[in-house]
């Protein structure tokens, strides 16, 4: 357990810092706690432990982590990053790419039934799970095609070569209902997230991402605003009539160059239908250190204002240096960055072979990584536990 004399004086300095990065604005603890009594959903309850923590520090997060490290792949109780640091993430993030295919695995070979054991293992633990949904193609994706791995970009979420296919798949286009049998599986994924007594997992749920880039067929120069909202909609009212009241919903574009409120909000569903707003940012450059924490900085800013304003859990959803070329990133790129902000948790992305953001063992990163584990501005699986 990391020392918790250090998150009790970290919540002053939090606080603090919080106040001057958001307006004075924050709410504390205490105050949270004595809002009006009344029976609160699961995504509700999360909601509210999100948004206690974020006052005591940032959570660490990693895709994929207890499947496959760059040593290993689907050993029991393994993870790069406890192997690291002896500490799961306390974010864990999975992906429903190939789910709405019916496939037993994703478009990462992870299985869906490892998925489920894994998400309610976490649960179980403590943790925190994320799931985001890369489907494929629903205009070019031929049925019954499968998927052969990664070949990108005919068929899957990549494929932009048809540009109306948002239109195309919302009530009154022509693969509308193709769309909605997609909608199902993800529906019925999502009734696999329960614990053995029925309980229901609290998620944060992060489709439609990355959505002010163009390289999604639901991305900026693929779809109106109108569309990409009644996108948003379509899949909302899905899964919240299917009963999901254990899902908080995520909005996350990018993170860009002179971010600012206007192109933020641009595409944003409403807070009606939101209840967290992230960035997904990298660094893909070698030595773009410095460039990266100024963009990530006034891109947070942005961000948290935004969030403040709206009521909305603000995080880094997606973040990494490609490979790790720098094996002090972590404390001399990442802490910088995200330094002040109340954050909920940033979240690296998987450790692929070919292409990894987390730490690994076998890689010069590791002792960096420790450093940032033992930052005062962190949180691990250990500290979030209840
Ligand atoms: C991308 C890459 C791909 C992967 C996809 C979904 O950023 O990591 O290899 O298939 O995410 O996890």
Not at 38 to 53: C, F, H, V
Not at 248 to 274: F, H, K, Q, T
Request: hydrophobic share 35%.
């Amino acid at each position: 357990m990391k020392h918790l004399s250090l998150i009790s004086c970290q919540l002053s300095i939090g606080i603090a810092l919080l106040l001057t990065a958001c307006g004075g604005q924050k709410k504390t603890a205490n105050e949270s706690e004595s809002e009006p009594e009344g029976p609160k959903t699961i995504a509700e309850q999360l909601y509210q432990r999100l948004d206690s923590l974020r006052q005591v520090g940032i959570m660490y997060g990693h895709q994929d982590d207890p499947m496959y490290g760059l040593t290993w792949e689907y050993e029991a109780d393994s993870s790069d990053v406890k192997n690291v640091c002896g500490d799961y993430p306390a974010v864990m993030g999975f992906d429903l790419g190939g789910i709405e295919m019916g496939d037993k695995k994703n478009l990462d070979s992870v299985p869906f039934s490892r998925m489920t054991e894994e998400i309610i293992a976490h649960y179980q633990r403590g943790g925190i799970v994320t799931l985001s949904w890369h489907p494929r193609n629903p205009v070019t994706t031929i049925d019954g095609g499968g998927w052969a791995g990664q070949k990108f970009p005919e068929g899957t979420a990549w494929d932009v070569s048809d540009s109306a296919v948002v239109k195309k798949i919302l009530p009154g286009g022509e693969y509308h209902e193709k769309f909605e049998l997609w909608m199902q599986r993800v529906s019925d994924f999502l009734a696999t997230l329960k614990t053995a007594d029925g309980q229901k997992i609290p998620i944060i749920f992060r489709p439609w991402h990355e959505n002010s880039g163009s390289w999604f067929w639901w991305g900026e120069k693929l779809c109106t605003v109108e569309e990409y909202k009644a996108l948003w909609n379509m899949l909302h009212d899905k899964l919240t009539t299917d009963g999901y009241d254990n899902l908080l919903w995520a909005y996350s574009p990018g993170m860009e160059e002179g971010l600012d409120v206007s192109r933020l909000s641009a595409r944003y569903p409403g807070d009606e239908r939101v209840q967290m707003i992230g960035l997904d940012g990298y660094q893909w450059e070698a030595n773009g250190g410095e460039q990266f924490i100024e963009r990530g900085r006034k891109n947070l800013q942005v961000l948290c204002q935004y969030a403040n304003k709206h009521n909305l859990l603000p995080a880094l959803t997606e973040t990494g240096l490609k490979n790790m070329t720098d094996p002090t990133w972590w404390t001399s790129t990442l802490l910088p960055t995200i330094k002040g902000f109340p954050l909920c948790y940033l979240l690296t992305w998987r450790n692929y072979r070919e292409e990894w953001f987390g730490p690994s063992t076998s890689k010069p990163d590791a002792d960096n990584f420790r450093d940032f584990y033992y930052s005062p501005i962190t949180l691990f699986l250990k500290d979030i536990k209840e």
